[in-house]
């Protein structure tokens, strides 16, 4: 079977269709948003072919009607006309400084502006803008098209410093705030980012702008869809499926429960990965490759100013007006997690107009929990890799004994400043480890009398852990016995361990141990 061109890192349009690279066809989607408004805002995470279409819609407004041939737009759109248009582009930029991003920002109008015979003059950003948009107008005879790519980059870069994001909001605002005033030059206007637009934000001028990003009429606007993947891609999954000797049906399953998960409104629209999908497919291989490409700077930021919990984060419940927040000045991280892609909506309360978020899908389930363990354990790589061995040793010969050592060693690594003096601290770190390794593990499993801390599902046996700070390991198993913890599994006929363990106050770590069945 001929291996297809799969469009891995790029985001030209033009290059894509010239050179005969996979494209799922967005185009009737295009056409409707082209059609249905003017100005838009989307949000959606990071290599989620936001670049794509901005592109896409750049080629089609500089009417390149040979780059459609073949696509639905082709028999939708009559009259293909060309228009002037401004795209800026601010995904690939380090923007460490304000001053860097002023200089971009010169540069890219100063661009224009030759384009279209303008001097560039003494004038603030906000005037430049007006003129280069009157001019583009008055020039071409038609009116102005504006794609922004990845606006909020710049201050997501800076999500820990307020000063410095404060100056970069404004620099922002300033490139932006002619854009209402336009209105009678502009044909279209879309701004993509990863952070939801909000009326408090840089874009507080530009109450115009219509924001689509949870309208489910867009929900595949980006991204894959459940349909698009079995019909557009079916070859693609056959061959994986032979490359691992599975059938189609397996292989689909296995690709759902890696990349897909992905809810962008409440009708919830099953969404897969692009990046990810499109780079098994190449590669042929399984692998993380959204979670595995860097994990952006912010995350991390927010990790260590909010010290997040995995198990606070899966099957958190917020308002839709939660999502409503500024991205300066961030005092809650739940509306970044959701735009950027770690979490997704998992359920939806229409009476409530409540939202349930959790974690999409198995890679970035254990891609966050592998950034909570580097957070806990920082460069120590070498650690965390025989800590795996460790855990694929008891997985393999049930030695739970060889395996609470290890884990002894990993909480005699984590740093001093993240002890806390609570049994909660220790089962969330325990609970982490197991679900950066890829462990069939869940916290806090509801009973008739209580929640049992952790229940480890192997291969050998149930496990079932009951954490206890400062008191003893018997009491810990004693609890597990008196409120039934162990007993549901007992019940499917299923080998179950109970083990309790008891942290000391002195030494932060696992001072006694015991196990019964």
Excluded at 19 to 24: A, E, H, K, T
Excluded at 215 to 241: K, N
Excluded at 465 to 470: N, V
Aim: aromatic share 14%; with cysteine; glycine share 6%.
């Amino acid at each position: 079977m001929e291996m297809k061109k799969y469009p891995i890192g790029i985001q030209s349009f033009e290059k894509l269709r010239e050179d005969g690279y996979l494209y799922v066809d967005k185009t009737a989607l295009i056409y409707q948003l082209i059609r249905n408004g003017n100005y838009y805002f989307f949000s959606r995470p990071r290599r989620f072919g936001k670049s794509l279409l901005v592109n896409t819609l750049k080629a089609y407004f500089e009417g390149k009607r040979e780059l459609f041939e073949g696509l639905a737009i082709e028999q939708l759109e009559k009259e293909w006309n060309r228009y002037p248009v401004l795209h800026f582009d601010f995904s690939t930029g380090k923007f460490e400084t304000r001053d860097l991003l002023s200089k971009a920002i010169d540069y890219k109008l100063s661009e224009f502006e030759k384009e279209y015979g303008l001097e560039k003059g003494d004038y603030p950003v906000n005037v430049r803008m007006t003129r280069l948009i009157k001019t583009a107008f008055e020039k071409t005879g038609r009116q102005v098209v504006i794609l922004v790519d990845e606006y909020d980059s710049a201050m997501l870069q800076h999500i820990d410093n307020d000063v410095e994001q404060d100056g970069v909001r404004m620099e922002m605002r300033n490139l932006f705030s002619p854009i209402k005033e336009a209105d009678p030059w502009l044909r279209f206007v879309l701004l993509t980012g990863i952070t939801k637009f909000s009326q408090m934000s840089i874009f507080s001028e530009l109450n115009n702008l219509e924001n689509i990003s949870m309208v489910p009429f867009y929900d595949t606007l980006c991204g894959i869809s459940e349909e698009e993947l079995t019909t557009q891609m079916r070859p693609d999954i056959e061959m994986l499926a032979q490359r691992y000797g599975e059938s189609y049906d397996e292989m689909v399953q296995e690709l759902k429960q890696m990349y897909d998960g992905y809810h962008f409104s409440e009708q919830k629209t099953d969404i897969y990965n692009p990046f990810s999908l499109l780079n098994a497919f190449k590669s042929q291989k399984l692998s993380p490759y959204w979670f595995g490409t860097a994990t952006p700077t912010f995350l991390t930021k927010l990790i260590h100013k909010f010290k997040m919990d995995l198990r606070d984060l899966d099957g958190i419940s917020c308002m839709s007006t939660r999502f409503d927040q500024p991205v300066e000045h961030v005092a809650d991280p739940v509306p970044v997690l959701y735009q950027s892609g770690y979490l997704t909506i998992k359920d939806y309360n229409r009476q409530r107009d409540t939202y349930v978020l959790g974690f999409p899908n198995l890679e970035v389930r254990r891609g966050f929990a592998n950034s909570l363990f580097e957070y806990a354990n920082p460069g120590k790589a070498s650690e965390r890799d025989w800590l795996y061995m460790s855990y694929q040793d008891f997985k393999e010969d049930d030695d739970l004994p060889a395996f609470v050592e290890a884990i002894k060693t990993f909480y005699s690594s984590v740093s001093y400043q993240l002890s806390n003096d609570n049994e909660r601290h220790y089962q969330a770190l325990l609970y982490t480890l197991l679900v950066a390794f890829g462990a069939d593990v869940q916290p806090e499993v509801a009973t008739a009398k209580g929640r049992a801390d952790i229940v480890l599902k192997m291969p050998a046996a149930v496990y079932v852990f009951e954490l206890k700070y400062g008191k003893t390991a018997a009491e810990a198993l004693a609890q597990i016995n008196d409120r039934g913890y162990a007993l549901a599994y007992q019940k499917d006929g299923q080998r179950v361990v109970k083990v309790g363990i008891n942290f000391s106050p002195e030494t932060h770590n696992i001072d006694e141990w015991v196990s019964e069945e």
